[in-house]
């Protein structure tokens, strides 16, 4: 499931990205090893090679790979939807939501 989550993230909507690490590959490296390191899961390699615009599987020392990720954020007493919104997203309009 957060395979199929970051999938989502990285492919279907780039706009959505909150920021890039770069990472400049050393000797030895491997995709699989860097998606291990980022995501704690080797098979999504293929993800992070298609989002650096890879069509094989190989990546060489010295290359600048960028890294998609999300910032987490604990909410804390008193945080309201808008706020966190605004802070996060740049408008507290993004926040109405539904109940479920």
Known sequence: MRALALAFV??????????????VVTAGESAPALAKKYYGDSSLSDLLLRYNGK??????PGERLSIPYCEVYRTRSGDTWSELAKKHLGRATAAPTSPS
Do not use: E
């Not at 990285?10 to 990472?23: F, G, I, M, Q, T």
């Not at 069509?55 to 060489?60: A, D, N, Q, S, Y």
């Open 10 to 23: 990285l492919l279907a909507v780039p706009a959505v990205r909150a920021a890039d690490k770069v990472h």
């Open 55 to 60: 069509t094989g599987k190989m990546i060489h």
